[in-house]
């Protein structure tokens, strides 16, 4: 148990779909973390939330709408994907330091039919 | 995008057996970090490396940075089946956000 939640854990979707993943940390961190986990890829950074403004967008496509109400929650809200952005999705949060170290949800397994 | 080498990408091993994985790359980290992470899991940090040349023990397992703060291996010694998971080296440029390897999945058979 890291301290950080998210649900669902599993998800399976249709393009025309919509739907939103959870994260919650209880580690009281000003930073959140979206990051994409495909096969054969590096861990892939998505949005980054300080204090609940977006600091950065890595170029992520539109289809993929993240929301921060406060510094202990994130969401990312999902529409019409493609199936090449099944992936892992996981949540993380830091305090910012230095070092910026990650503590990281069990991620949202997505699959895009 | 700053590329973090990880090598080797896959290893198998026996229990007992000693193994290091490297973790390259041509920038230079303010700090390193190195996280495991286990099948239906999220990555977990292991140990953070700052200064250039050092060196630090957890039980079994021993990290160092490179003396030029670009490079960084991860030593374990007497692996064990629990040592198993995908090992993720990740690189501090700024305060804002870490670069990841390319991981090496390590798998510990009895």
Same mark, same amino acid.
């Given at each position: 148990e890291t301290g950080v939640t998210q649900t669902p854990r599993h998800l399976v979707m249709g393009m025309t779909n919509k739907k939103s993943l959870k994260c919650e940390q209880h580690l009281g961190h000003n930073a959140m973390y979206w990051y994409k986990q495909s096969a054969k890829k590096p861990l892939e950074l998505m949005f980054v939330y300080n204090f609940k403004e977006q600091t950065e967008n890595n170029s992520v496509p539109s289809r993929f709408s993240p929301e921060c109400p406060n510094s202990s929650h994130l969401f990312l809200h999902l529409h019409t994907l493609q199936p090449e952005d099944s992936a892992l999705y996981l949540c993380a949060s830091s305090t910012r330091t230095t070092h910026n170290e990650q503590f990281f949800g069990p991620g949202t397994r997505l699959t895009v039919l | 995008?700053?590329?973090?080498? !990880? *090598?080797? !990408?896959?290893? #198998?091993?026996?229990?007992?057996?000693?193994?290091?994985? %490297?973790?390259? #790359?041509?920038?230079?980290? *303010? *700090?390193?970090?190195? %996280?495991? !992470?286990?099948? @239906?899991? @999220?990555?977990?940090?292991?140990? &953070?490396?700052?200064?250039?040349?050092?060196? =630090? =023990?957890? =039980?079994?397992? &021993?990290? !160092?940075?490179? $003396?030029?703060? =670009?490079?960084?291996?991860?030593?374990?010694?007497?692996?064990?089946?629990? $040592?198993?998971?995908? %090992?993720?080296c990740a690189g501090a440029l700024t305060a804002s956000k870490l670069t990841f390897g390319t991981g090496t999945r390590l798998q510990v058979t009895l």
């Open positions: - | 995008t700053q590329l973090l080498e !990880q *090598s080797p !990408q896959f290893l #198998s091993i026996q229990e007992g057996e000693n193994l290091t994985v %490297y973790c390259n #790359s041509s920038s230079v980290f *303010s *700090s390193l970090q190195w %996280y495991r !992470q286990e099948p @239906g899991e @999220g990555p977990v940090l292991l140990v &953070t490396v700052v200064t250039g040349g050092e060196v =630090k =023990k957890l =039980k079994r397992l &021993t990290f !160092q940075f490179g $003396d030029a703060r =670009k490079d960084s291996s991860l030593h374990i010694t007497a692996a064990q089946p629990g $040592d198993t998971g995908l %090992y993720l």
